[in-house]
């Protein structure tokens, strides 16, 4: 099984800053024949399901804000909140699709 | 628009067994994977399973193999999840979530409290 690493476990960002996220995959989730990095974020608020931002490693989902940005390829990926908004306070966790499904752990993001 | 109501959730002793269901509209069923993830209290997502459209694909985590059982019934645009051996480490919100091309949908969740 693929695994899923996260780093921070938690951050705090004052509002306006930015808020960067890292992800690691114990192997490649990079498809060859497609060169597509199957790898999705998604965002947490508290008594609610997940809400997915990005897919691909770096599409954002219909609606989503243009403050929230992917990168990576490969087994290293990053999800960067280029300014944080109150409303952004949430766990947000990576997940891989290139082979069954793997969540990451969460990153816990709050107000500083 | 795309709608996913868990039920089935309770109370259950260690030992006991639990059938999960989601009632899914909105969609063409038949068309699309559909998924089990679970999230016990104050920790992380999990994915438990998925099953292809025709019912006959099915993938499991290796936390939960021989323990539990996806199924669909397409007719009913249900899916269900059937958890036998239930532990204390069951004890989770479980959803249901379809994967579409560039989106996905997810229920609102059904708790699982496993306790003697």
């Known amino acids: 099984d693929i695994v899923m690493t996260q780093s921070p476990d938690s951050l705090a960002v004052s509002l306006g800053e930015r808020a960067t996220i890292n992800c690691k995959s114990s192997q490649s989730v990079l498809y060859s024949s497609n060169n597509k990095n199957y790898l999705a974020w998604y965002q947490q608020k508290p008594g609610q399901p997940p809400k997915l931002l990005i897919y691909?490693?770096?599409t954002r989902e219909s609606g989503v804000p243009d403050r929230f940005s992917g990168s990576g390829s490969g087994t290293d990926f990053t999800l960067t909140i280029s300014s944080l908004q109150a409303e952004d306070v949430a766990v947000y966790y990576c997940q891989q699709y290139y082979s069954t499904r793997t969540f990451g752990p969460g990153t816990k993001v709050g107000i500083k | 628009q795309v709608h996913l109501v868990e039920s089935g959730g309770g109370l259950v002793k260690p030992g006991g067994s639990l059938r999960l269901s989601c009632a899914a509209s909105g969609f063409t069923f038949s068309d699309y994977y559909m998924s089990w993830i679970r999230q016990a209290p104050g920790k992380g997502l999990e994915w438990v399973s998925y099953i292809s459209g025709s019912g006959s694909n099915m993938y499991y985590a290796d936390s939960v193999k021989g323990r539990f059982t996806i199924s669909r019934d397409n007719a009913k645009n249900s899916l269900y999840l059937q958890i036998n051996s239930l532990r204390a480490e069951d004890t989770a919100v479980y959803y249901c979530?379809?994967?579409?091309?560039?989106?996905?949908?997810w229920g609102q969740g059904t708790l699982v409290t496993v306790s003697s």
């Open positions: 691909w490693a770096s």
């Open positions: 979530a379809v994967e579409m091309t560039t989106t996905d949908y």
